[in-house]
């Protein structure tokens, strides 16, 4: 390990070699600050009770950032700064070869300006519309201005899709893909590529800080890690987050003109996004219970596994997957298989694989698929779309799955619902919106 | 409202007519009753009688055969609350290696109940310690964590102020060969008090019958013990 993993990181003692830490000791920091009855990390600035953060052999330990490894008391932190010590190049590290539409060009063009100013940026670009590649532009200049640049993904499969599709675009350039079950080990690199836990442990490292999927949990409800994004930026730095459904409080920004945005509301191939079909059935559970589904129901899903289409049912919560995954085998013919899935799946990225490869026709899902995939010539049903669970950015996504390819820009969306509750008829609502500016963008 | 400590959701707290007429308090839950239900409890009635894992017949397993015949004259009738699946397991990883000393709370209540509940009076509970070094870098033992208002006799430490190599790292074989860790701590020698050990997890028994042996010798009487998990 020598000094450069320490650039414009903040690290633990534990996470250096003996070495280093030696080299740097009158470099090292207290990780744990008291402050009358709490406690501060000062990794991931949580501050926690005293006594619930206190240990019985008098230490204090952090809880709130764990997961990257404890925080105690009895740890030190050790940082140094961002020098951009990367080489210069002479040409441009761009290999990609495609060609952005006239649409996507002009939102990439706002992006480019932005990078010449500190601040926050937003890119609003419906779900399909291309955000990887308009973001090459102003990836390509920043890198030929020596500047650090992040992209994080509060998803990890977001990162995991991420990483492959830079590293095509761009040859001459190394990224690091980090996240909790990466096996890379982190080496000091231009481009870093990580989900937004691993910003706890940067400090001012970034001139230019993307995040993928901003309204997305865990990031959106998180303080520690909007927190860690802030710390994980130089102070000159500019922060540009993309998403397909911005929230409430993003809109609200955008209103009082504090939060500058570029805005694409139609997607790559040109046409509109599938307007969400909602079937109020109110007897669906019940039918559940006695392990069947309501006939409209049953005869859509067999229409869908006759066209030989794959699919994907969205469940409100876990303990749903199972019942519906029973009943779904059981009404459909024997050689249409499926599965189900869900966050802490032992065998999640090798269902999903399965279902891309087309070994699979349909998966019943909880949220985690509500994003950042792409299945072509997909159709999706939601069951229980009246549910909590389901936030009007998670129809919108979900929505979203739908139509993406060229070949098959348009499929069914289809809601069932007990009540028409407020969320669904937004999120309906957002995306005629959305598809009544696109339209007026293709009739320009 | 409270969150689950595991998998982060909101708790919904069930009001059952049972909790309204025991006039007691409301007690937060720590973590969600699905979270709660993904660890595999033991029936006691199927068990083995001498390690306490689950199985199907109510006899000796081959591990507490294979103790009869290594000398052991009385098994120590181990009673576990869980299986050590890979759920357990996770939980292990989370609570005691990475060192969350909050995840004690998941279990502490219930734990410390079932072992009320399952000893007669006039013992004398015993908690497996850790090594010095361990206790300075983890910050806490993870059993007297997992207990609460347990009276704990202080007879046993380890012989070496030095850290040991942990069981948990070790092969099966190798955990079984592993030498006596402890010495006996007490004032005074015993005088045939009854005694109750108290760890975190039985795996091979090992660390649990070395435990058994120091306090043998120096003159308890019959000695149980209870775990989490098995």
Wanted: proline share 4%; hydrophobic share 35%; net charge positive.
């Amino acid at each position: 390990m020598d000094k450069t993993e320490l650039y414009g990181r903040l690290l633990l003692d534990t996470e250096l070699t003996m070495e280093l830490r030696r080299s740097l000791i009158d470099r090292a920091q207290p990780a744990v600050v008291q402050q009358g009855n709490y406690i501060e990390c000062q990794r991931c600035l949580s501050k926690t009770r005293k006594e619930q953060a206190m240990l019985p052999n008098g230490t204090y330990y952090c809880p709130q950032c764990i997961l990257l490894g404890r925080v105690s008391s009895t740890n030190q932190l050790y940082h140094l700064n961002e020098p951009n010590l990367f080489s210069k190049l002479t040409q441009t590290p761009l290999s990609w070869q495609g060609q952005l539409s006239p649409f996507q060009q002009n939102c990439s063009k706002k992006l480019i300006k932005a990078l010449d100013r500190p601040g926050k940026y937003l890119m609003w670009a419906v779900t399909g519309a291309g955000k990887t590649e308009m973001l090459f532009p102003m990836l390509t200049k920043a890198l030929l201005q020596k500047k650090r640049i992040c992209l994080a993904s509060p998803r990890v499969d977001v990162c995991n899709e991420l990483y492959p599709r830079i590293v095509a675009a761009f040859r001459k350039i190394t990224p690091v893909l980090l996240h909790g079950h990466s096996k890379q080990s982190y080496q000091y690199s231009q481009l870093t590529i990580c989900t937004t836990h691993q910003l706890l442990r940067f400090q001012h490292a970034f001139d230019l800080l993307i995040i993928d999927e901003v309204d997305a949990f865990p990031f959106v409800n998180s303080q520690m890690l909007k927190k860690a994004a802030k710390r994980a930026m130089k102070i000159s730095g500019t922060l540009v987050y993309l998403t397909a459904t911005p929230t409430k409080n993003m809109l609200v920004r955008i209103k009082q003109n504090k939060l500058p945005v570029s805005y694409l509301p139609i997607r790559f191939h040109r046409k509109l996004l599938p307007v969400p079909q909602v079937w109020l059935l109110n007897h669906w559970q019940n039918k559940l219970a006695r392990k069947k589904f309501p006939v409209k129901l049953t005869n859509c899903l067999r229409k869908w596994s006759k066209d030989a289409l794959p699919f994907l049912v969205f469940v409100p919560n876990i303990e749903l997957l199972k019942p519906v995954l029973q009943v779904l085998r059981s009404v459909l013919p024997k050689n249409v298989l499926g599965d189900s899935v869900y966050s802490a799946d032992p065998q999640r990225i090798t269902k999903v694989q399965a279902m891309r490869d087309h070994q699979l026709n349909y998966l019943v899902t909880t949220t985690i698929l509500e994003r950042g995939v792409t299945f072509p010539s997909l159709n999706v049903m939601i069951l229980g779309a009246d549910e909590r669970t389901f936030s009007v950015s998670a129809l919108v996504q979900i929505a979203g799955r739908v139509g993406r390819s060229q070949k098959r820009p348009y499929g069914d969306v289809i809601f069932i619902c007990q009540d028409y509750v407020k969320n669904v008829k937004d999120a309906v609502q957002q995306i005629k919106d959305l598809n009544k500016k696109g339209d007026k963008l293709l009739n320009e | 409202m409270n969150k689950c400590l595991m998998c982060g959701r909101e708790i919904k707290i069930k009001l059952t007519l049972k909790w309204l007429l025991s006039m007691q308090h409301l007690k937060d839950p720590v973590i969600c009753q699905n979270c709660m239900e993904s660890f595999s409890k033991i029936e006691l009635r199927s068990i083995c009688p001498g390690c306490g894992r689950r199985q199907k017949e109510r006899r000796l397993c081959q591990d507490c055969q294979r103790w009869l015949k290594m000398g052991e004259e009385n098994l120590l009738k181990n009673r576990a609350m869980f299986v050590y699946d890979v759920v357990m397991k996770e939980y292990m990883q989370r609570y005691k290696f990475s060192g969350d000393y909050q995840w004690r709370l998941i279990f502490q209540e219930q734990f410390t109940n079932f072992i009320k509940q399952n000893s007669q009076q006039n013992y004398l509970y015993v908690a497996i310690p850790v090594d010095q070094q361990t206790f300075n870098t983890r910050g806490f033992n993870q059993v007297e964590g997992l207990l609460q208002n347990i009276e704990l006799s202080e007879l046993l430490e380890f012989q070496t102020k030095q850290g040991h190599v942990k069981q948990s790292t070790k092969t099966r074989k190798a955990r079984m060969e592993t030498g006596q860790p402890f010495k006996y701590k007490g004032a005074r020698k015993l005088d045939g008090e009854n005694i109750i050990l108290l760890d975190d997890i039985y795996t091979t028994g090992r660390t649990l019958y070395h435990a058994k042996h120091i306090l043998e010798a120096q003159g308890a009487g019959s000695i149980y013990s209870f775990t989490l998990a098995r």
